[in-house]
């Protein structure tokens, strides 16, 4: 396995139950691939202390929110991470609500999941508040649905924002690279992301073309 991949900002995923046994989760890559990274499991905590697990400022912390915006970029598009407001719009001085920024809380679920998150932790509303604009489709492609376009997995999220956060593109490519290589096994084997199979449970479904059956002679006979 190779060193962990140094990162600056803290990260904290903030993993749905439900989430937790999915085939192609990202949430514990994030965790084993960064230094500083933690993954808890649950659907409610009492504070943002309780949830980092130490003593912490929500001034110093943003959460990746599940919002979209309409930013207007230069030449290059739009920026990959913009900062906004309780309201979702983006805040007018972009390298203000960036900077100092000490931890990132990342939610982890599917949509419906990752809104319940959110309305169940109150303290999440006192945070920066970031909304990412991917740069391209999500590494996903096939092997998992999402309930949009623009939807990307947690670990491609949390890789773009550190990027932009921490002013370093390779600590997004190094952060891509066992994504990469879950996302090439699973579709060397055929295997669309599902929940993990438990003990005595059926393995995962297998993705296989479809096979052309003889049709059967219906004629009736004598």
């Given amino acids: 396995m190779s060193d962990p991949v140094d990162n600056k900002v803290k990260v904290l995923i903030l993993q749905h139950p439900q989430e937790q046994d999915r085939v192609l989760g990202t949430a514990k890559l994030i965790a084993t691939t960064l230094a500083d990274a933690r993954v808890v499991i649950g659907l409610s905590w009492r504070n943002l202390a309780h949830a980092v ?82 740069d391209g489709p999500s590494l996903y492609g096939d092997l998992r649905r999402e309930a949009r376009l623009d939807a990307v997995s947690t670990l491609e999220a949390v890789a773009l924002a550190l990027q932009v956060l921490e002013g370093d593109a390779a600590v997004r490519e190094r952060l891509l690279v066992p994504f990469r290589e879950l996302l090439a096994k699973a579709r060397t084997a055929g295997i669309r992301d599902s929940k993990r199979a438990g003990p005595g449970q059926a393995r995962p479904q297998r993705a296989h073309p479809k096979r052309a059956h003889p049709k059967r002679d219906r004629r009736s006979r004598r």
């Fill in 53 to 134: 697990g130490d003593a912490a400022e929500a001034k110093d912390w943003g959460v990746l929110y599940l919002g979209s915006t309409q930013v207007k970029g230069g030449k290059q598009g739009p920026a990959p991470v913009v900062a906004v407001d309780r309201k979702g719009e983006p805040l007018a001085d972009q390298a203000a609500g960036l900077r100092g920024l000490k931890g990132l809380i990342a939610l982890d679920g599917n949509w419906a999941q990752a809104k319940a998150l959110w309305w169940r932790n109150a303290w999440l509303t006192k945070l920066r508040r970031f909304v990412v604009v991917p």
